[in-house]
């Protein structure tokens, strides 16, 4: 090569590198600049660069092609050049030069060489940067994981920001049920488009980051709250490509907003706040958003000290069965009970309100369930032993139980053990169960039906679901909420009395026993005896009662 051109290729390779080098200034348009100042050096009519993952990807085309320059005169391929990397990437060059041009010589077919590796090495580099990002910082469904929110999170206090910035941890709610009516493949789609919007309202200021499942994770720009909120509260979220098909999504929401001056150390000073929140909100019959105050704090330690407590709680004996009559209201006989809980620690009444929620957010809620239910079948043999009338009786079990593949071999179990009959038993499962795991419920009251234990939904008319679980479900016994019940001198002609009338004809037609909760007046009971509904539980027979006042009752 002449002097001048010589001059010229190493002027515009040190530039090209020093492109490739300078990170912070670094632009597509730059790279170009450079590249195309050297294909013209060299005659070169395209120059064109394709990354692909694997040999696999590059043998069927799903790869990244990058036109680095085209003058548009056409021509043929004269070099090319392939290198696969460590990881298995493959990564290609060719170049090509118009018909009737002077072919490169070899000293020039050396130095284009170089350029093509140089690029290469380049192109290789920043592609399996991304990729190792990509597979850091994303899930496998393509949403930010919980490295993206932390990495974040450590940005933020970098630069002193975190006091400007609200943080939410947040569960889609019902969303299992929604996977159920609308199919998988839609609900993602859903999942997506809910998350989309939150992305779009939070844009540059903040992140929205997925922890798992339908659990995710957000902090962004307080000035973003409300607009936020708004959408975590609901909104309607469309599922098919003509934008026709919508479904309300909401979510339980626990938010922090992080005050100036707060004392960072690691993730963990927020998340356990949010988190928190979010349970509280999941637990609420009323709020789906709850914001961290210095109730969720001490909610928080009591969790820990319940959680703490029960397991030597349960092996000193201090969960104690109470039994709630049930009456058949024209004979006023006890023809049930239901066995409700109570903890009797250092001489201190514990109510089921108080600890039931949180044992219930792990396994130690199945553990209680099964240890009500040994002493009730205990408490069963000891009067048949006793030669003493006995009635069926009620025990709940939480939905935890659901995951539970071999539940109804456990519950058959502990009955045989105790030599109970079956027909004695009833398993009471809240209608709530149903928006977790419908299809296990309807397995687990089938088979306990076909072993003669009866079941009954607990609870019904405050769920979402509850003519498919009466239509799906062959349950025994129908528990109506007192939420059902028509007020004392309320009109019979009301919306809820008309259900009320309308839902026990309907249970009774199906074949249910019909049971009345909440029972606590004397008008309440004679508008069940219009009804034609005769058994009832409520204060108005009988409170829960300790086993020994209940046996006295029932003997009596």
Request: negative net charge; hydrophobic residues 35%.
């Amino acid at each position: 090569m002449e002097n001048d051109k010589l001059m010229r290729y190493y002027a515009l390779l040190e530039r090209l590198t020093g492109t490739m080098a300078d990170s912070e200034h670094f632009t597509l348009d730059r790279l170009n600049d450079s590249l195309a100042g050297l294909c013209k050096l060299f005659r070169v009519s395209k120059g064109v660069t394709e990354f692909y993952k694997s040999a696999s990807h590059e043998k069927s085309g799903r790869g990244e092609i990058f036109v680095c320059y085209d003058s548009g005169e056409g021509g043929s391929e004269v070099m090319g050049r392939r290198i696969v990397t460590k990881s298995m990437a493959v990564t290609k060059c060719r170049v090509y030069m118009p018909t009737g041009v002077e072919p490169l010589n070899d000293e020039e077919r050396e130095k284009v060489d170089l350029i093509m590796k140089t690029v290469l090495s380049f192109v290789g580099n920043i592609k399996l940067q991304k990729i190792v990002e990509r597979l850091t910082f994303y899930d496998d469904s393509g949403y930010r994981n919980m490295r993206s929110f932390m990495r974040y999170l450590e940005l933020l206090n970098e630069k002193k920001q975190l006091g400007t910035h609200t943080a939410a941890y947040f569960n889609l709610r019902h969303f299992s049920q929604i996977n159920q009516e609308i199919g998988r493949n839609a609900g993602d789609m859903v999942m997506r488009n809910y998350f989309t919007m939150l992305e779009e309202v939070i844009g540059d200021e903040g992140i929205v980051c997925r922890v798992g499942g339908d659990n995710f994770v957000a902090i962004f720009d307080d000035g973003l709250l409300i607009d936020v909120l708004e959408i975590l509260k609901g909104v309607p979220v469309t599922y098919d490509a003509g934008n026709s098909k919508r479904v309300t999504i909401s979510a339980s929401t626990g938010v922090f907003r992080i005050p100036d001056g707060f004392a960072y150390e690691d993730p963990g000073d927020i998340m356990d706040k949010i988190v928190a929140s979010t349970k509280t909100a999941k637990n609420s019959d009323s709020e789906s958003i709850v914001f961290f105050d210095s109730k969720t704090e001490a909610g928080k330690e009591k969790l820990a000290n319940i959680r703490t407590l029960f397991p030597q709680a349960l092996a000193n004996g201090e969960f104690k069965v109470y039994y709630q009559p049930k009456t058949d209201i024209q004979s006023e006989e006890i023809i049930g009970a239901e066995a409700l809980c109570r903890w009797e620690h250092e001489g201190e009444v514990i109510m089921p309100a108080d600890f039931i929620p949180i044992l219930e957010q792990s396994s130690d809620i199945c553990k209680l369930d099964f240890f009500m239910l040994e002493r009730v079948c205990q408490d069963i043999r000891r009067r048949i032993d006793a030669d003493k009338p006995v009635v069926r009786i009620s025990v709940n079990l939480s939905r935890k139980h659901m995951l539970d593949a071999d539940l109804t071999e456990h519950i058959i179990e502990i009955v045989d053990r105790n030599r109970i009959p079956h027909n004695l038993i009833e398993i009471e499962l809240n209608e709530s169960t149903t928006d977790v795991e419908f299809k296990e419920v309807k397995r687990v009251v089938g088979e306990l039906q076909q072993d003669g234990i009866c079941t009954s939904v607990d609870d019904f008319g405050i769920g979402q679901s509850s003519l498919n679980l009466i239509r799906e479900i062959p349950w025994s016994v129908l528990k109506l909420d007192r939420s059902l019940l028509p007020a004392d001198e309320e009109n019979p002609h009301s919306t809820r009395s008309v259900m009320f009338k309308y839902l026990v004809a309907m249970a009774k037609e199906l074949g249910l026993e019909c049971i009345a909760e909440g029972v606590e007046t004397e008008n309440q009971v004679q508008m069940l005896r219009n009804n034609n509904c005769s058994l009832a539980q409520g204060y108005y027979f009988g409170k829960p009662l300790p086993s020994e006042e209940f046996e006295k009752k029932l003997d009596e």
